[in-house]
């Protein structure tokens, strides 16, 4: 082989000696030059006529070159630590360029549930307005998005199974640089709302939550482990591997089960857990990691949030009598932009509790609408209303776009059609 690659090379040489072709080369350059003078305009315009802002991601190119992938002893799963991540996901990225762009903070969201049919056929229909919830704000912002729905790790059952899947998805997706995690009882209620990943710079782990209960008052409850955000790196993997340590699939459970019940005087859970975590970063770490947000509703606890919905739609339409371009009707695929508008007037709207702003993350912990194990502070009837006025709130956002509107936030079947520059 090494040969014939030889003798081809020498035919070319010899070839190139010729005169005749010398000649051609000239010839040939100077076509060259016009064309990158004159053609290129041309090029330039044909590759922006999709008008995006970022290049298109090439799906179809993976260049065959050893990666990470390749070798043996790589693995998905969490037994199976990976070294020096950064710099193979950036070797990654590099062989992929049209993903190395924006990667900064490119997003890939990741949820699921579990693999057998719900307790009744309602779990599942909510199960499945929750999921279309995801993929609308997909939809909207770009994001691509992951539903699992099997177990990864058996050992790992219930609320641990995201340690491994989150995992998984770390290293089938090297282009991002962020993980959101969202369980499949929460949904987003604001859908214009973009996470700002520029205030996170610094950090790789972000849940919501305060951190004085977290760090002084060591309350467990001070978080929710039921949405965050984890960057793709290699601290994120060992964090993950600490996580997974302290749950029952490890042979360090009960040791670390006492541990959490000293600290935390509660039995060991995912979120107790992850709450030790945050307590030695914030102890031990010089360099903290973990950004404990209260900025806006990462995650909110559906109890706080759901009465205030009707006042905050009246606010929201408030704001857009009054401002003609928020009430433009536009093509879904910009809504954006109508995001970035409406931001400049909300300045005032405050955050969290008293905020006539909408929450990001409605979460309806303790409901349970899947397995039936509601929390006995709750009924079925509170909890379903509570929903359904949450989801068509949320819906509300997304069907406008395509002409119509749920006037009774508590009546998913019926809409109208929204008239034209409503609400002027
Ligand atoms: C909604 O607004 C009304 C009128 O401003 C106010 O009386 C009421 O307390 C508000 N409801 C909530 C849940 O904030
Ligand atoms: C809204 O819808 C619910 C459920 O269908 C219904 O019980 C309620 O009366 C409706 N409210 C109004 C104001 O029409």
């Known amino acids: 082989m090494a040969e014939f690659v030889h003798a081809k090379w020498r035919k070319l040489t010899n070839f190139m000696l010729n005169l ?139 609320c641990w199974a995201k340690i491994a899947t989150v995992r998984a998805a770390m290293v089938a997706h090297p282009e991002a640089e962020w993980i959101w995690w969202i369980d499949e009882d929460a949904i987003i209620t604001d859908m214009e709302y973009k996470i700002p990943f520029h205030k996170y710079k610094d950090y790789n782990f972000v849940v919501h939550g305060w951190s004085k209960l977290v760090y002084e008052k060591k309350r467990w409850l001070g978080l929710n482990a039921g949405s965050f955000l984890i960057r793709n790196c290699e601290w994120s993997l060992d964090f993950l591997e600490s996580w997974a340590d302290m749950g029952p699939g490890s042979q360090n459970y009960e040791k670390w089960a006492q541990v959490l019940m000293d600290v935390f005087k509660y039995e060991s859970n995912d979120q107790v857990a992850l709450a030790y975590l945050l ?7 010089l360099e903290k990691n973990i950004f404990i947000e209260k900025g806006y509703y990462l995650e909110g606890y559906w109890v706080t949030i759901v009465d205030t919905l009707k006042n905050v739609s009246e606010k929201y339409l408030e704001i857009e009598t009054t401002d003609r371009l928020l009430r433009r009707r536009h093509a879904e695929i910009v809504s954006e932009s109508y995001g970035m508008l409406r931001e400049a007037l909300l300045k005032d709207a405050g955050n969290e509790v008293g905020t006539w702003r909408r929450p990001f993350v409605t979460h309806f912990a303790g409901c349970q609408p899947c397995n039936g194990k509601r929390n006995p502070l709750f009924t079925g009837k509170g909890c379903m209303d509570a929903m359904n006025k949450a989801l068509n709130f949320a819906d509300n956002q997304v069907l406008r776009n395509y002409g119509f509107v749920h006037r009774n936030l508590s009546d998913s079947s019926v809409v109208s059609p929204l008239p034209f520059d409503c609400p002027a």
Not at 58 to 65: A, G, H, I, R, Y
Not at 99 to 117: A, K, L, Y
Not at 279 to 285: F, R, Y
């Open 20 to 158: 005749p072709f010398i000649f051609l080369a000239g010839v040939l350059t100077v076509l060259l030059l016009f064309w990158a003078f004159f053609g290129s305009t041309h090029i330039f315009l044909d590759s922006c006529k999709c008008y995006q802002s970022k290049p298109a991601f090439n799906l179809q190119f993976d260049p065959p070159v050893t990666t990470f992938y390749n070798y043996p002893s790589f693995g998905y799963t969490i037994d199976k630590p990976i070294k020096n991540w950064d710099q193979k996901r950036k070797t990654w990225l590099s062989l992929h360029p049209s993903f190395e762009q924006n990667s900064h903070d490119r997003v890939f969201i990741v949820t699921g549930s579990r693999s057998t049919p719900c307790k009744g056929p309602t779990g599942d229909h909510y199960l499945l307005r929750f999921y279309r919830n995801k993929v609308d704000y997909c939809r909207i912002h770009g994001y691509d998005i992951f539903y699992n729905n099997v177990l990864l790790d058996p050992s790992m059952p219930a």
């Open 279 to 285: 307590l030695k970063d914030h102890e031990e770490s």
